[in-house]
């Protein structure tokens, strides 16, 4: 008996239960719902806007010098002089390094000096030519003999030249590798000079992009050791080899750098812009409906969606393009379009959210 009525009063609570469950669903929306129309689908909404569109691409690269030499003794000898600091910025044709020219400028003295000699006797057999007293053989002789001369004091001219090391360019100076007294081998390493001002970045991007790179694009550059902050810069030249392993291709930019503050073996991430339009209508990426070969949005109009063809252009940053198919200002559903369908009734989900959610 007890089990039996323990089984009544469940049934009754759930009788209640179910009575109290159906006066609220007649309450709540569904009662101001007018007879024959759906629930509003809750969406996302977002007013159409117009603005600037840049078509850009992403690459990785390097930040490199827009010179570099390792500089070098052409000759063996000591380090005489040593006429710059490391780090220090110099122009071109400064003093870098001299070495020991003692030996080299006896030798330019002595070349000096047999020219000397080889200019008098070949003016001498001219002259005995001339009276007569000469013959052609000496002249030919002394003539030779000068021209020899001449040669030798030009080749002690050029190895003396070559005791004093002077910048090729204007740049910055590295970290020395040898010390004043210091015995160098002909071809041996000794400062690495680097031209900073503007400095180049080499990247590469797929041969697919080969069409729409121009000479003359910008860029912006990315370093890590400067979070934040982008450097402007210009694409100077494409090589016209694509490279068969990577298929890619690989260019060039400068960037402005008079500060310094990019230096050499930095990585550097490339945006480049193709192209910049303004007044451009743009659409979250996330608001496109595909449907089989076509792009559709969802356009909200009177409390109802409707769909609608767009032809969209380039995507920037989660926006796309839109060439044709809608107008600034006007509503589409940017999400919870997979419950809709042509003449749905929806509602903006923001509106639903209590203050503060």
Same mark, same amino acid.
Do not use: C, W
């Given at each position: ?114 020219? #000397? ?6 003016? %001498?057999? +001219? *002259? /005995?030519?001339? @009276?007569?007293?000469? =013959?052609?053989?000496? $002249? ?98 494409? #090589? ?6 990577? %298929?890619? +291709? *690989? /260019?060039?930019? @400068?960037?402005?750098? =008079?500060?310094?503050? $990019? ?95």
């Amino acid at each position: 008996m007890g089990r039996v009525f323990t089984i009544l009063i469940l049934a009754a609570v759930i009788a209640v239960g179910g009575y109290v469950y159906l006066g609220k669903t007649a309450e709540g929306p569904s009662a101001s719902t007018p007879a024959g129309r759906s629930f509003a689908i809750p969406v996302e909404l977002t007013v159409v806007e117009s603005g600037t569109f840049v078509e850009q691409e992403t690459s990785v690269g390097s930040i490199v010098s827009d010179e570099a030499v390792i500089i070098r003794s052409e000759i063996a000898g000591r380090v005489a002089e040593i006429s710059f600091l490391e780090g220090q910025v110099v122009s071109v044709d400064d003093l870098l390094i001299a070495i020991d020219d003692s030996i080299h400028r006896a030798e330019f003295n002595q070349a000096e000096a047999r020219l #000397n000699l080889s200019q008098a006797n070949f003016d %001498r057999a +001219i *002259d /005995l030519e001339g @009276r007569g007293a000469g =013959t052609q053989r000496s $002249l030919d002789e002394a003539s030779s003999k000068l021209q020899e001369d001449r040669a030798t004091l030009d080749l002690a001219l050029a190895r003396l030249d070559r005791t004093q090391i002077r910048a090729p360019f204007s740049g910055v100076i590295g970290i020395r590798k040898v010390s004043p007294g210091d015995y160098v081998m002909a071809g041996q390493e000794i400062v690495n000079l680097e031209a900073i001002n503007p400095i180049k970045v080499a990247f590469k991007v797929p041969e697919a992009l080969l069409s729409v790179m121009r000479v003359g694009q910008t860029i912006m550059v990315n370093v890590d050791a400067f979070p934040g902050e982008s450097f402007a810069g210009e694409i100077y030249a494409i #090589n016209p080899r694509i490279e068969a392993s990577g %298929r890619s +291709i *690989d /260019l060039r930019a @400068r960037v402005p750098n =008079t500060d310094g503050r $990019l230096r050499p073996g930095l990585f550097a991430r490339v945006v480049i812009i193709f192209e910049r339009r303004e007044n451009a209508v743009m659409i979250p990426e996330r608001a496109l409906v595909p449907v089989q070969s076509r792009q559709t949005v969802f356009v909200f109009e009177g409390g109802a969606v409707k769909t609608r063809d767009v032809t969209t252009g380039g995507r920037f940053q989660g926006l796309v393009e839109i060439l044709t198919g809608l107008m600034p200002g006007e509503t589409i559903v940017s999400a919870g379009q997979m419950k809709l369908r042509e003449g749905s009734q929806v509602v903006d989900a923001a509106q639903l959210r209590g203050p503060g959610e």
